[in-house]
């Protein structure tokens, strides 16, 4: 075979001729030819044939010798023993010290080209097989680095995922670029929007002074050709490179950042020493790496941006006067102002994370969390005697937010027009009276014709809307200021009963169905059954005023938890959203329900203060076209306990 080599090792002529001639050669091996076993042994060893076909009887050296001086040296050659005929005793000697076959003289050229042949087969195996592992372990020494880059690759990015500090992360980057490719020196370098050059971000090897000053102009670098281009360029082999002046490399390669179709800057490594030109493989590697820089940067910026956003929030906040709690879904507080903590006399710096009671006693605010939870409006007053306009908003994902506005200016004013208005109305109603009077008078002091009559009735009903618009007024102040203390224990269902059987023939003009439902025993509570009638009156009223002919009012009444939640629902226009936290204020009607329907927009403000004089609580829940249900809660009588 083309270079297979073959030692004969034989004292005799014919035999060595034999062999080379007959066989050796004819089918292309190379023969070499030793006389004796000590020639013999010193090409064996200089000369590492494939095979040796060793006769055994020889000058100088046996062939046991020879064996044995092999396997000491760890040469591991096959060998072929040549035996005369009948000393086959020897060659079972000679196979025991490693010999792979034996021949027998006289040579037969069939046999002697078979046993070199299973020989050599046994030798291009074991030929292969060191092939095989040689190039196993070349694979598993490179499958070993690409392992040590990719978990380089990977502790990149961790890092990049734990660290906020960009600074921090892109020295990383650029460390790693080095180590991974072997490089000399690395530098990122970022694009400067102003002024069109790149300069260094980070850089590892390169000294911190020249680091400081290189700026490269995107028209005329190498850097800057990769950031008009886009793509990764790498240059070796080549002689000296010019990075900038003065700043010589033999080979360098640059990756482009890019963020979001935009460049942003390069991520470059360099060598200036060594010759050594980088490789594809090291670029894929450095795009990797200049992806985790994007990521990095991209983060930093986002975070810088939060941070800003979040520091002129917080600014506004602090310096607003108004006072902003915000609580999370659980009631605890996670955002306040310092305006809040003034106004509800808390320590700042404790009551972060604390549920809302913990931090906050003030009832007026704690009853605008009581559940159901909705947009709510409610006045808080303070201990100093301050009056705030609270807002409750939800706001997804975060909680509710309250806002609360100091308006104690705004109700000095308030009170000042409402005694304005009181004492107005308390002066109009003697005038009214009089005309009343005089209006009756007018019909039994002679016969009037037809239009006199009209025009009376219709002076007669005018006065009587302005009476009642007076009552109300003067009703309300009377109630706000607190003159109807006095109170009894009261059944409600009884009340309920009076209310609903009164406004009955109401409803059956109107085609209505009203029923009252009250599925349990009611407990009795503490109150003014004059006051608290007007208020379900009112209700009931309005009621059957909002609601179109046919429709349905039901007035439901239950106890719950020592309280007594009644409800008055109607299938009536409802009350648009924008309306529903405005129609408790005096004399507020809203617009599309006040439209041909009489009324003084007072009857809603009579009945929250009655209910709040009582110590409950009233609010609306309305969809346009789909009807309103208005629940009132009011606390039951805590039963007397008698003492023997
Ligand atoms: P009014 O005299 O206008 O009825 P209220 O104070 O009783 O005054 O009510 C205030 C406003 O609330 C009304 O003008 C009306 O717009 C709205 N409203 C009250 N009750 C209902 C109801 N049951 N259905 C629809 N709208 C209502």
């Known amino acids: 075979m083309a270079g297979e080599r073959v030692l004969i090792i034989d004292d005799n002529r014919s035999a060595r001729d034999f062999l080379a001639d007959q066989v050796l050669r004819p089918a292309g091996y190379e023969v070499l030819i030793a006389r004796d076993g000590a020639d013999g042994l010193h090409q064996a060893v200089r000369e590492s044939p494939d095979l040796i076909i060793l006769d ?50 006289p040579f037969v050229v069939e046999d002697v080209a078979a046993a070199v042949e299973r020989a050599m087969r ?24 690409r392992l040590q880059e990719l978990s380089t690759l990977i502790s990149v990015g961790q890092s990049i995922i734990a660290q906020l500090d960009l600074q921090t992360v892109l020295n990383r980057v650029v460390e790693a670029a080095v180590r991974i490719t072997g490089a000399e020196e690395g530098l990122l370098l970022l694009l400067d929007e102003d002024s069109g050059e790149l300069y ?9 002074t020249m680091a400081r000053a290189l700026r490269l102009r995107v028209q005329d670098s190498l850097a800057g050709q990769v950031i008009r281009s886009g793509k990764p360029m790498a240059i070796g082999d080549a002689g000296l490179q010019k990075i900038k002046t003065a700043y010589l490399v033999r080979a360098v390669v640059y990756v482009p950042l890019k963020a979001r179709e935009r ?33 990095a940067i991209e983060n930093a910026r986002l975070y810088s941006a939060t941070e800003a956003a979040k520091g002129r929030l917080e600014a506004i906040l602090r310096s607003t006067e108004d006072a902003v709690i915000v ?3 659980t009631g605890r507080l996670v955002l306040h102002n310092t305006a809040a903590a003034r106004a509800f006399e808390f320590k700042e710096e404790e009551a972060t994370g604390k549920a809302l009671e913990e931090v ?53 004013l308030d009170r000042l027009k409402s005694d304005f208005v009181t004492s107005v109305s308390h002066d109009l109603r003697s005038p009214l009276t009089a005309i009343l009077g005089y209006v009756d008078l007018l019909a039994r002091s002679g016969p009037l014709n037809e239009t006199q009559q009209l025009y009376v009735e219709q002076i007669h009903h005018s006065v009587k809307t302005i ?75 309005n009621a059957i005023k909002y609601t179109p002919e046919g429709g349905e009012i039901q007035v439901e009444a239950s ?26 204020d005096r004399f507020y009607r809203a617009a599309a329900a006040s439209s041909g329907r009489t009324g003084s927009g007072l009857g809603l403000s009579i009945v929250k203060s009655i209910v709040e004089n009582h110590g409950g609580r009233v609010w609306v829940e309305s969809e346009p076209g789909r009807g309103s249900t208005f629940t009132v809660v009011l606390p039951a009588l805590a039963p007397v306990t008698t003492s023997q």
């Open 360 to 412: 906050i006693h003030n009832e007026a605010l704690l009853m605008l969390f009581t559940p159901p939870m909705q947009a709510r409006r409610g006045e808080v007053v303070l201990g100093d005697g301050h009056v705030l306009n609270a807002h409750v908003t939800p706001v997804a994902g975060v909680g509710y937010v309250v806002v609360m506005q100091d308006i104690t200016h705004l109700k000095a």
């Open 56 to 105: 055994m009887h020889m000058p100088r050296l046996t062939s046991a010798e020879l064996l044995n001086m092999l396997s000491q040296q760890g040469r591991d050659v096959p060998v072929i023993l040549v035996t005369e005929y009948g000393s086959e005793a020897q060659a079972v000697h000679a196979l025991r010290l490693g010999a792979r076959d034996y021949l027998t003289k």
């Open 467 to 541: 009476t009642s618009l007076i009552n109300d007024v003067l009703d309300l102040s009377r109630i706000e200021a607190g003159l109807d203390q006095a109170k009894v224990p009261v059944e409600l269902e009884a009340l309920l009963h009076e209310v609903v059987e009164g406004s009955r023939s109401q409803t059956e003009v109107k085609g209505q169905q009203l029923t009252l439902t009250v599925t349990q025993p009611l407990p009795p509570l503490l109150g003014n059954p004059a006051r608290l009638r007007q208020a379900v009156a009112n209700l009931v009223d």
């Open 327 to 329: 609580v999370d879904e």
């Open 122 to 145: 046994e030798v291009r195996l074991r030929r292969e097989r060191t092939q095989l592992t040689r190039r196993l372990m070349t694979t598993n020494q490179q499958l070993e680095r």
């Open 200 to 208: 260094v971000r980070a850089a590892q090897n390169i000294d911190d």
């Open 559 to 584: 106890p719950r938890e020592g309280q007594i939640v009644l409800r008055v629902r109607d299938s009536g226009i409802g009350i648009p959203l924008a309306d529903q936290p405005y129609i408790f």
């Open 263 to 295: 460049i942003i800057g390069v991520l470059g490594v360099d060598n200036q020493r060594s010759e050594r030109a980088f490789s594809q493989h090291d670029i894929e590697l450095l795009s990797g790496l200049a992806d985790y820089a994007v990521i």
